[in-house]
């Protein structure tokens, strides 16, 4: 076994999961798992720069993580920096801030890696069960991009592409400066529009059609997962696995899209910093749904976290 501690940071937020991993059974033990809203992509469609109270959100949270490493004793760490700082013209503040907090030098990897790493996480486990068929389509949508990985026990195909809830908020949601509580239905149809180009681009790479099971990661779908369940509070052993129709999410995206900030705040299991981007992401995965056809999608807690310890332990070897 071997103790990894891996850090994913993306656009909207910044993860730790520290875990005893096995890299000849998959076997993977978690000690620690957390999660900060930072909004590093704070503005970068629109600047091309991360912004310095984004930076400087993020560096708070990696001097949080940096204590819990050490904590654990964790003897690998892996960081691994996602869709906002690949865009970002400044992106060396950002590797030079977390090299000086945590000793390491975040990886900005590119989005076919980002795929394979989301892919492994989230189907390692789903292994043997008869009730999932393959081929699995993965698709992780985060905060700058989502990420369509099809594949069996390995990737087959992948793609990322530029709309994640956080990008696709802040392109066609905000005028001057904030978000329209509730949107306009001109905003919504631009918004659809762009979802739609960008599937086109994703199946020019990924044969979407082809897949027989949609597993859903990231903090858009977990949410959606708990909105449907009606739970009292977010509760990732009742979300892990769960299924949820796509009926279901289209009344879900409907109402996130037509609700005020005030009425999705006050949804129980809804995490304050997706307050405002969640209906996008709703919107991106009812629009993937209809694209393929697919009746339901399989929830995942499981995402590239996992798939990046898998990795670092492997590497260990």
């Known amino acids: 076994m071997t103790r990894v501690a891996a850090v994913d940071c993306g656009t909207n937020s910044i993860r730790l999961l520290v875990a005893d991993a096995h890299a000849a059974t998959g076997e993977l033990v978690e000690l620690d798992r957390r999660m900060t809203i930072v ?27 940096a ?12 960081f691994v920096a996602t869709s906002a700082s690949r865009d970002a013209e400044n992106r060396d503040e950002f590797v030079r801030g977390v090299l000086d907090i945590l000793g390491v030098e975040p990886e900005v990897i590119s989005g076919d890696q980002e795929a394979e790493f989301s892919f492994t996480g989230a189907t390692r486990e789903l292994t043997g069960r008869d009730d999932l068929a393959k081929p699995y389509l993965v698709v992780d949508i ?10 069996n026990d ?7 592409v530029d709309i994640g809830c956080v990008r696709m908020t802040e392109r066609h949601l905000v005028v001057d400066g904030a978000v329209t509580d509730p949107p306009t239905e001109r905003q919504i149809a631009a918004m659809r529009a762009d979802i ?13 059609s082809e897949a027989h099971t949609l597993v859903g990661l990231a903090g858009s779908v977990t949410t959606i997962s708990a909105i449907a369940q009606k739970l009292p509070a977010y509760d ?3 979300i892990h696995h769960s299924r949820v129709s796509r009926d279901r999410v ?3 995206t409907d109402w ?12 129980p299991s809804m995490h304050p910093g997706r307050v405002d981007v969640i209906g996008a992401g709703a919107l991106v995965l009812l629009s993937i749904m209809d694209r393929i056809g697919a009746e339901e999608v399989v929830v995942s807690e499981h995402d590239i976290l996992d798939g990046i310890a898998f990795h670092t332990a492997a590497e260990s070897r």
């Open 39 to 65: 909004r590093l992509g704070q503005g970068v469609d629109r600047t091309g720069r991360l912004a310095p109270e984004a930076l400087e959100r993020t560096f708070a949270a990696c001097r949080e993580y």
């Open 67 to 78: 204590a819990v490493i050490k904590e654990h004793g964790a003897e690998r760490l892996r």
């Open 142 to 151: 985060g905060g700058g991009s989502t990420e369509f990985v099809v594949g």
């Open 154 to 160: 390995q990737v087959r195909a992948a793609r990322s």
């Open 196 to 208: 739609e180009a960008a599937l086109d681009l994703a199946e020019r790479t990924v044969p979407l």
């Open 236 to 238: 990732s052993r009742a």
């Open 250 to 252: 289209r009344e879900i």
């Open 256 to 267: 996130l899209l037509r609700s005020t900030h005030a009425e999705r705040a006050a949804v």
